[in-house]
């Protein structure tokens, strides 16, 4: 993404949506707030844009006429893997959000979008970047056979690699900066995502079941006897890292 147009809060953006009453509304709202547009109506046309054109930040409707936006989703990442994509749905439940987040999502908004809340959610992105959460020194976080090693931004149990998007990376540092220290919503959201986050934080559950599940995952591929750090949910506060053992 160019350092430049995030100072500027300004972005390639490519809108993926078939409905031309919503896709015109949300053409004029976004170009209006300075970003270069492209509209496409279908997940082929989109997957054909991103190939040939710039993007910092993709607003995707995972109801497409002609692809799965599922898949659509896993296919814009893998050929754009720096910009930032939002899914647009009509569907809440939170298994359709954490798919939709595992094949590459960084966020999402349902239907109906209000337009303040897709601003300010695209705000707080640019001007979030990739930035991590990092020690000083640069040294590994080590936390039983768990690994953080903050320069690479690698995670490893055992001697086993554990693949993390770019928020499930940030929130496991986060929280092993402080383990055993209680760590708040406010906190989290504002220091992973963005200190003026506007609307749900939904998205914060999403991400840390699906951190869960790729740790719980990775450890059993490494033998299942590993010493693993488990994230404790603190109902009406947040989250902490539980040392093992």
Same mark, same amino acid.
């Given at each position: 993404?160019? $350092?430049?147009?995030?100072?500027?809060?300004?972005?390639?953006?490519?809108? @993926?949506?078939?409905?031309?009453?919503?896709?015109? $509304?949300?053409?004029?709202?976004?170009?209006?707030?300075?970003?270069? *547009?492209?509209?496409?109506?279908?997940?082929?046309?989109?997957?054909?844009? $991103?190939?040939?054109?710039?993007?910092?930040?993709?607003?995707?409707?995972?109801?497409?006429?002609?692809?799965?936006?599922?898949?659509?989703?896993?296919?814009?990442?893998?050929?754009?893997?720096?910009?930032? *994509?939002?899914? =647009?749905?009509?569907?809440?439940?939170?298994?359709?959000?954490?798919?939709? =987040?595992?094949?590459?999502?960084?966020?999402?908004?349902?239907?109906? @979008?209000?337009?303040?809340?897709?601003?300010?959610?695209?705000?707080?992105?640019?001007?979030?970047?990739?930035? $991590?959460?990092?020690?000083?020194?640069?040294?590994?976080?080590?936390?039983?056979?768990?690994?953080?090693?903050?320069?690479?931004?690698?995670?490893? *149990?055992?001697?086993?690699?554990?693949?993390?998007?770019?928020?499930?990376?940030?929130?496991?540092?986060?929280?092993?900066?402080?383990?055993?220290?209680?760590?708040?919503?406010?906190?989290?959201?504002?220091?992973?995502?963005?200190?003026?986050?506007?609307?749900?934080?939904?998205?914060?559950? @999403?991400? *840390?079941?699906? =951190?869960?599940?790729?740790?719980?995952?990775?450890?059993?591929?490494?033998?299942?006897?590993?010493?693993?750090?488990?994230?404790?949910?603190?109902?009406?506060?947040?989250?902490?890292?539980?040392?093992?053992?």
């Amino acid at each position: 993404m160019d $350092a430049g147009r995030t100072l500027g809060l300004m972005a390639r953006l490519l809108l @993926v949506e078939d409905d031309d009453t919503i896709g015109q $509304a949300l053409t004029t709202s976004l170009g209006a707030h300075g970003h270069e *547009i492209g509209w496409e109506r279908t997940g082929r046309g989109a997957l054909r844009w $991103a190939e040939a054109e710039p993007v910092d930040l993709v607003v995707l409707d995972l109801g497409l006429p002609d692809l799965d936006g599922v898949a659509v989703c896993r296919e814009l990442r893998a050929r754009r893997p720096d910009a930032v *994509i939002v899914m =647009l749905t009509a569907r809440d439940e939170e298994m359709d959000v954490i798919i939709g =987040l595992e094949a590459g999502a960084d966020d999402y908004l349902t239907k109906p @979008v209000r337009l303040a809340e897709l601003h300010a959610r695209l705000r707080a992105h640019l001007r979030r970047g990739s930035t $991590a959460v990092t020690r000083p020194d640069g040294e590994p976080v080590v936390l039983g056979d768990l690994v953080l090693d903050t320069a690479s931004r690698q995670v490893r *149990i055992g001697s086993a690699e554990v693949r993390l998007r770019a928020k499930e990376y940030e929130l496991l540092a986060r929280l092993a900066a402080e383990p055993g220290t209680a760590v708040s919503r406010e906190t989290l959201m504002s220091e992973v995502w963005d200190e003026h986050w506007f609307g749900s934080t939904k998205t914060l559950d @999403v991400h *840390i079941a699906a =951190l869960r599940r790729r740790l719980s995952d990775a450890s059993r591929d490494a033998g299942g006897d590993t010493g693993l750090p488990q994230i404790v949910t603190l109902r009406g506060h947040g989250y902490r890292l539980d040392l093992p053992g």
